[in-house]
Structures are given as structure tokens and as C-alpha cells.
């Protein structure tokens, strides 16, 4: 139930904030009534639907952060010797706050992280597949 709960979200995030139509029926735009529905009767939510909506509602792009964030997770912890995940969670949690890229570079190729933001802009992994040189003066990704 939980990977169809974090799939809903995920749509309802990127579908209520982007008024995209829903990827079912006649092709309507997303309402918070579809959501509500969505999330309390196909994904089992009952009453905890409308404070699960109203959440996403007030928090954009965090459904997709989220996933991203686990994705990113366990493919770190996949480069660990299987049974050994409190080492894994012991250096994880050790660096501290880093970028995604900064942590996957980190934890599967054992390098330690940048020591500073600049470091991460001019290595190229501020933004994941962006390089530094892409971004340019303006510092937007293309």
C-alpha cells in the first residue's frame, strides 16, 4: 500500500500545482475533490486523506523531493555489504547536510563531501547532470 500511496502523491503534487489533467477519465484538470477521492478510496486513506492533501497542498514539490530523496537513500546503502546497514546509517548520518549528489558521490565511490558549497558548484554536482559550466553567469540551470 505504500509505494501506491507515495505514486499518489507524487501525481497529486505535480497535477494540482501544475493544473494538469488527471490521467483518467475525460481528461478534466486535477480539483482537490479528485485528490480527496483519489487519496481516500483508491489508496485507502479514510479520514487521514484530508490532512495528507492538505499537506502536499501547502508544501509543493515535496511528494517529489521525498521520492527523489529515498531513491537516493537506497541507492546508497545498496553499495554496503548487505547486514550492514548501521554501518551504512553511521556514515550517512555522519556527513551531515549535503546535496543528493554530493551524498550519492560520497557514499558509493567513499570520497569524502565537498568542504564547501563553491566546491560543489565548480565540481558540478550542485545540481544532478547540470555542470557547473552549463550553468553559466546566471547560475539557472538550462
Not at 9 to 19: E, K, T, Y
Request: with cysteine.
Amino acid at each position: 500500500m505504500s509505494t501506491l500511496l507515495r505514486a499518489a502523491r507524487v501525481v497529486l503534487d505535480i497535477g494540482l500545482h501544475l493544473r494538469l489533467p488527471m490521467p483518467f477519465g475525460d481528461g478534466a484538470l486535477w480539483t482537490t475533490g479528485a485528490a480527496l477521492e483519489l487519496l481516500r478510496d483508491r489508496c485507502r486513506q479514510g479520514p487521514y486523506a484530508s490532512a495528507d492533501l492538505a499537506r502536499y497542498l501547502g508544501r509543493p514539490g515535496q511528494a517529489l523531493a521525498y521520492k527523489v530523496g529515498e531513491r537516493v537513500w537506497l541507492a546508497g546503502r545498496s553499495s554496503f555489504p548487505p547486514g550492514d546497514r548501521r554501518a551504512f546509517h553511521r556514515q550517512a548520518l555522519e556527513l551531515g547536510a549535503l546535496g543528493l549528489d554530493q551524498l550519492t558521490a560520497t557514499l558509493q565511490n567513499d570520497r569524502p563531501p565537498p568542504a564547501s558549497a563553491s566546491a560543489a558548484v565548480s565540481s558540478g554536482s550542485l545540481l544532478h547532470g547540470v555542470t557547473a559550466s552549463e550553468l553559466g553567469a546566471s547560475g539557472a540551470a538550462p
